[in-house]
């Protein structure tokens, strides 16, 4: 018999993506040779002596229609058979979009070049695309785990990568995009604007006076060194622990 992705092929059958094809076959004298057909061209041969062959077959590469798909096998005496069951592939286009997991969301780094690994419908190709046009590496070719990586060569600044997965039959959804910015540049410092409760002059009577101010996005904010305010964007307050006596402090950003 002649199975496919786990069930019977039966004449008509419609096939709709790769699959283990496999066959038993028995003969007293031995079976010598066995071999798979599409359309009387050989998919595989096997010539081990076992009973059982079997060949994941990537129904991808042949395009959609009818097929003939053929299974033989002789034994030591030169003595064949065959079988022959008529099945049409029928492959749409890939369902589900790609996904990037490492990074897993937009990122900012100082590295001038980054590996990102992601998902994709497996057996297809994929389409990079990186900073509005097709990367080098691509189209990429999925394997059956379904896992890819590739090489970026980031810009100073806002980098972009989007994906889609296409077959002959066309392309599927596409990938969220992800944003990577390389930033070298140091931030400019941060703006104390405000001080509660404010001073008449510069001399407090409260030990614990608050700041607050404006930053760069992604940066932190330290006082004298010592990190503040955790990395973020938009204004940022922090209450000061001050001494008795004259206090310096210099406001400074590290992204």
């Known amino acids: 018999n002649l199975v496919f992705a786990g069930a019977a092929v039966t004449n008509g059958r419609v096939l709709t993506g790769p699959g283990l094809l496999e066959a038993m076959v028995a003969d007293r004298a031995g079976v010598t040779q066995a ?8 998919l595989h041969v096997n010539a081990s002596g076992t009973n059982r062959i079997a060949y994941f077959w990537n129904v991808l590469s042949l395009g959609n229609g009818p097929m003939a798909l053929g299974a ?7 003595n064949g058979t065959s079988l022959v069951r008529n099945v049409v592939i029928s492959i749409g286009p890939p369902t589900n979009a790609p996904a990037f997991t490492s990074p897993a969301g937009n990122v900012w780094t100082t590295q001038a070049v980054l590996t990102v690994q992601g998902t994709a419908p497996p057996y297809m190709d994929l389409a990079l695309t ?5 990367h080098a590496a691509s189209p990429l070719t999925v394997g059956s785990s379904g896992q890819f990586a590739v090489v970026l060569d980031l810009a100073e600044g806002s980098n972009t990568l989007v994906g889609v997965a296409t077959n002959f039959a066309g392309a599927g959804p596409v990938s969220a995009t992800l944003v990577i910015v390389r930033d070298n540049t140091a931030p400019q410092a941060p703006a104390a604007t405000s001080l509660q409760p404010a001073p008449a002059t510069n001399y407090f009577t409260v030990g614990s006076p608050t700041v607050s101010g404006t930053r760069e996005a992604q940066t932190s904010v330290r006082v004298n060194g010592t990190q503040r305010v955790a990395l973020g964007a938009g204004d940022w307050s922090t209450t000061l622990a001050l001494a008795e006596g004259l206090n310096s402090l210099a406001f ?4």
């Open 35 to 42: 071999v798979f057909t599409a359309n009387g061209t050989n």
């Open 72 to 78: 033989s096998a002789w034994d030591a005496y030169g």
């Open 130 to 134: 990186f900073n509005g046009s097709p």
């Open 252 to 255: 400074t950003a590290q992204d």
